[in-house]
C-alpha cells in the first residue's frame, strides 16, 4: 500500500465517483427483480461492488506521478472495502 499525501485529495475525488456510479445503477434493485429478496446475495454483490481494482495498474506506467496516483487511490479504496466488509458482517451477524 502506497498513500501519497499530495494525490489524497485528487483521489478521494475518483473513489467518490466511483461509489456514485455504483450507487446509481442500483443492480441490487435489478436483482430484487429478477431473483427476489436475499440477503447473502445482497452482500455477495456489494462485497463485488466495493472491491477495488483486481489489476495492478501501476506497474504498466511509466511515469512515476501517475503510478503514484493509481496506486494511491488503490490503497484508499482497499480501506473504503474493509470498511464496508465490517460494514455488512455486523448486519449479517446482527439479523
Known amino acids: 500500500m502506497e498513500l501519497t499525501p499530495k494525490l489524497l485529495k485528487p483521489c478521494l475525488k475518483t473513489i467518490l465517483l466511483?461509489?456514485?456510479?455504483?450507487?446509481i445503477m442500483a443492480v441490487l434493485f435489478a436483482v430484487h427483480l429478477f431473483i427476489g429478496n436475499r440477503m447473502l446475495l445482497d452482500l455477495a454483490i456489494i462485497t463485488y461492488m466495493s472491491a477495488p481494482a483486481t489489476f495492478s495498474m501501476q506497474t504498466l506506467l511509466?511515469?512515476?506521478e501517475r503510478s503514484a496516483y493509481v496506486s494511491t487511490t488503490n490503497s484508499m479504496y482497499c480501506i473504503v472495502s474493509i470498511l464496508v466488509y465490517v460494514i455488512m458482517t455486523v448486519l449479517y451477524y446482527s439479523s
Do not use: L, N
Open 18 to 23: 466511483r461509489m456514485f456510479v455504483q450507487t
Open 62 to 64: 511509466k511515469k512515476e
